[in-house]
């Protein structure tokens, strides 16, 4: 539609995870509308990020060094692992400051559907981890839906075997939401999930 | 909430337009875990954006060369330009392949509001164009809102002491729309509009 460049750039905006061709095209115009748009920043940034960041040897969250800032922190508890699917469901619990502990980010989740299997997850690496006892409590924080439960189900069978107690999230209903939107499944957990007050 | 780079792409790319926080970090680390993504060549295309794309001399429209595709297709009929904000509206009007006419690239449209007066849009460049009296229609296709029709007014007002034909895009109900759901204005200038079948 465009002449040679602004298209290119269209069209390279377009592969990315949730950007369709209209906001390709309001992205490429506002870089190229847009005098003091560094460009040159962006372009720099997208080179060094494949270059410098790379997964943490230990916990496989990203890092710009060997081991990541939590892995290096002496003041986490080393005791406490939280199972993750991704490096994005990391940030997302550290955002709510409640753990303290240690992060494994497994790289997925199992997906017969999607041919993800255990031996594509890092379930060996956390295995490992688990191997000299130091490790008290596993808590397994796949997602809550078909793939993260059967995750979280695998491994703690697979984590029988070891003394080490496990944990899952708890399900529930969202905090502000409403108990009428609940869907069923959700609402059901959390009557299964109830406390004393 | 991630180290160094990550964060500063994140950050980067949640500045652009239409991508909130959560689609950053959601294109940061598509990037970042997808072994095949071209990242040089995303880099390379910001890089020769800025450089090489200009605005055509005649109509304003995006180009690689002093003067856009359009302007120099020796088939494009001389005598009609269709006026329109910007560079992306020419985009949108030929992929109808409905007008084979020359644009005129106005750059924005009066505004008040944002500051925007006829001064800072591209009517002195239209106004040059006519000037020779080669060309006989101007269509105004101004966004059909407050901007636009205020620009569309303006210009049709100024262009009265020219003896040039100007015609303004029709409004009307939108094909495969539904009556019942259109809004009032709409549904007005579609009667205003209406035509013998």
Do not use: W
């Not at 209209?22 to 115009?29: G, L, N, V």
């Not at 990541?68 to 550290?94: G, W």
């Not at 189900?153 to 029988?160: K, V």
């Amino acid at each position: 539609m465009y002449d040679g460049i602004v298209q290119d750039l269209i069209d390279e905006f377009g592969r990315l995870p949730g950007i369709g061709p209209k906001s390709a095209q309001r992205i490429a115009f506002h870089i190229l509308q847009t005098p003091n748009f560094d460009v040159s920043h962006l372009s720099k940034l997208l080179g060094e990020v494949r270059e410098k960041v790379r997964f943490c040897e230990i916990c496989g969250n990203v890092s710009e060094q060997d081991r990541c800032s939590i892995c290096r922190d002496p003041r986490r508890n080393e005791a406490l692992i939280c199972v993750v699917e991704d490096a994005k469901d990391v940030a997302a619990i550290e955002r709510t400051r409640e753990f303290r502990g240690r992060y494994h980010v497994l790289g997925g989740a199992i997906s017969p559907i999607a041919g993800v299997g255990p031996d594509d997850l890092r379930i060996t690496q956390l295995m490992q981890r688990l191997a000299d006892g130091s490790v008290q409590e596993v808590i397994l924080a796949t997602n809550p839906n078909l793939e993260g439960e059967a995750t979280a189900t695998y491994l703690s069978r697979l984590l029988t075997t070891l003394e080490i107690r496990v944990t899952r999230l708890a399900s529930g209903l969202p905090v502000g939401g409403d108990l009428e939107y609940a869907d069923e499944v959700t609402l059901g957990r959390a009557f299964e999930g109830r406390r004393v007050v």
